[in-house]
């Protein structure tokens, strides 16, 4: 059955990725995948668009298929922080603003042209009647999204920055090489020379 699943999933257009990531957590069937189609809305973003602005409220939660998407706070001397990129196959939200409907602190934008899926609250609530599975997709999904929050807070506190920029980089290779130094000294929380530095010493080692 999963077999047909995947043969189904590769006669379809923009839909299958998030179908495959979808049967990563549960057994769906076909007329599930379907249903689920229903409630996603495609939505294209052009290089330097904001999806979301600190103080809106965040009405969407998206599922990227192509693209790169920067989460950000700005802090009181005007400089950006990175919370997180959102590539392909990465979900992009402000779960506290999208669950509560209150104000969001994050800014998004497309650092890339980008295509994404999203969905409402709302339509999101009637996805969860219709498609009872994809409550516990969503739990799952959650789980694993603290775990990695997790891990990250602990490298936070543990690694240098050295190691932090090396993990990084060997965890995400295609992402890194598409963003500037500045995009990831604010992720990593150092500054652009350093990253300069770190780089012509990886280099310079053949690394």
């Given at each position: 059955m999963l077999y047909l699943k995947f043969d189904y999933l590769r006669s379809m257009s923009g839909r299958d990725l998030l179908h495959k990531h979808f049967l990563k957590y549960e057994n769906l069937t076909l007329n599930e995948l379907k249903k689920i189609d229903e409630w996603y809305q495609d939505k294209s973003v052009k290089k330097g668009?904001?999806?979301?602005?600190?103080?809106?409220?965040?009405?969407?939660e998206g599922f990227v298929l192509s693209g790169c998407f920067k989460v950000f706070t700005i802090n009181d001397k005007g400089e950006e922080k990175i919370l997180y990129f959102a590539i392909?196959?990465?979900w992009l939200m402000d779960t506290?603003?999208?669950?509560?409907?209150?104000?969001?602190?994050?800014?998004?934008?497309?650092?890339?042209?980008?295509?994404?899926?999203?969905?409402?609250?709302?339509?999101?609530?009637?996805?969860?009647?219709?498609?009872?599975?994809?409550?516990?997709?969503?739990?799952?999904?959650?789980?694993?999204?603290?775990?990695?929050?997790?891990?990250?807070?602990?490298?936070?506190?543990?690694?240098?920055?050295?190691?932090?920029?090396?993990?990084?980089?060997?965890?995400?290779?295609?992402?890194?090489?598409?963003?500037?130094?500045?995009?990831?000294?604010?992720?990593?929380?150092?500054?652009?020379?350093?990253?300069?530095v770190i780089r012509k010493r990886r280099q310079e080692k053949g690394s």
């Open positions: 668009e904001f999806l979301l602005r600190a103080g809106e409220i965040c009405r969407f392909s196959d990465w506290d603003s999208f669950t509560n409907q209150i104000p969001s602190e994050l800014t998004m934008q497309a650092i890339q042209d980008s295509t994404l899926l999203t969905i409402t609250t709302a339509k999101k609530e009637e996805l969860y009647k219709e498609v009872p599975k994809m409550e516990r997709v969503f739990r799952l999904m959650s789980q694993k999204a603290v775990a990695a929050w997790q891990r990250r807070l602990i490298r936070n506190h543990t690694m240098s920055a050295e190691e932090r920029y090396s993990h990084f980089i060997e965890s995400y290779p295609e992402m890194a090489a598409n963003l500037t130094n500045k995009h990831i000294a604010s992720y990593l929380g150092i500054t652009q020379e350093f990253v300069s």
